[in-house]
């Protein structure tokens, strides 16, 4: 099994940061790799709720299934992959969320585990998985604080 942890503090409420972060109609303006994503289950978000995730790699397009594991607002938000377009078996991504000076301190851990041959990479994937997702999160708190 490997593991990525990213944090970055953004000085916007953690309400704000929640709605942002977990609306998935938004998350192309953070995530670069991700084309679109729209809630596929009906009434309020909450744990069990799915969305259709696409991801554009290669110029090919990629269908992520995803489902959230935890939903406490505005403190922490939790999904998995049903669907992983990678050469691994499972994905998970969890965000919490605390007050810090003002602002919000979001820190992210991923959890992923490498098909049987690959598992050799973990580290590898674990190092790439750091830098991207740090990118994003850096991405995330320019467009919060922007406004």
Not at 114 to 134: D, E, H, P, Q
């Amino acid at each position: 099994m490997g593991k990525f942890t990213v944090s970055v503090f953004i000085n916007r409420s953690q309400q704000d940061v929640f709605d942002f972060l977990s609306d998935p109609a938004i998350k192309h303006k953070w995530m670069p790799m991700l084309e679109s994503a729209a809630w596929t289950s009906s009434g309020e978000p909450g744990v069990g709720s799915t969305v259709r995730a696409i991801m554009k790699t290669a110029g090919k397009e990629t269908e992520m299934p995803l489902e959230i594991t935890q939903w406490d607002v505005p403190n922490r938000y939790c999904y998995k992959m049903l669907t992983v377009p990678f050469p691994m078996k499972a994905m998970a991504h969890s965000f919490r969320l605390e007050p810090e000076n003002g602002g919000t301190r979001v820190s992210q851990v991923g959890e992923f585990e490498m098909v049987s041959i690959l598992r050799f990479a973990a580290g590898l994937m674990g190092k790439i998985a750091t830098k991207l997702n740090g990118s994003e999160l850096k991405t995330l708190k320019q467009l919060l604080e922007a406004g």
